[in-house]
């Protein structure tokens, strides 16, 4: 599957953002999806993921309660939904798949950068 992101841009602090990832090639439903990002000079790190139909969901701590990740399997389209943003939640952000039955996410989209200014 190949992944496309989009949707970053730059954001006061407590603003909000819409990101999506469009997915082409295998079924999109045959995946799991999430988002990871990876800030100046930091690691890359978790930010959420959801199962293949949308039924469980799962969230790095630091985003509980302010973003939310959906998809629409039948526009192949991931979304992470992003209010009450903070300086720190700037980074680079990456959409992944995760084909069912397997442990690890295996194809990645290009990354959109998100900027918060304080």
């Known amino acids: 599957v190949q992944l496309q992101a989009s949707g970053g841009g730059s954001v006061q602090a407590g603003g909000s953002l819409r990101l999506s990832c469009a997915a082409s090639?295998?079924?999109?439903?045959?995946?799991?999806m999430g988002w990871f990002r990876q800030g100046p000079e930091k690691e890359r790190e978790f930010v959420a993921s959801?199962?293949?139909?949308?039924?469980?969901?799962r969230y790095a701590d630091s985003v509980v309660g302010r973003f939310t990740i959906s998809r629409d399997n039948a526009r192949n389209t991931l979304y992470l939904q992003m209010n009450g943003l903070k300086p720190e939640d700037t980074a680079v952000y990456y959409c992944a798949a995760r084909p069912m039955g397997t442990s690890n996410f295996s194809s990645w989209g290009q990354g959109t950068q998100v900027t918060v200014s304080s």
């Open positions: 959801i199962s293949s139909y949308g039924g469980s969901t």
């Open positions: 090639g295998r079924t999109f439903s045959s995946y799991s």
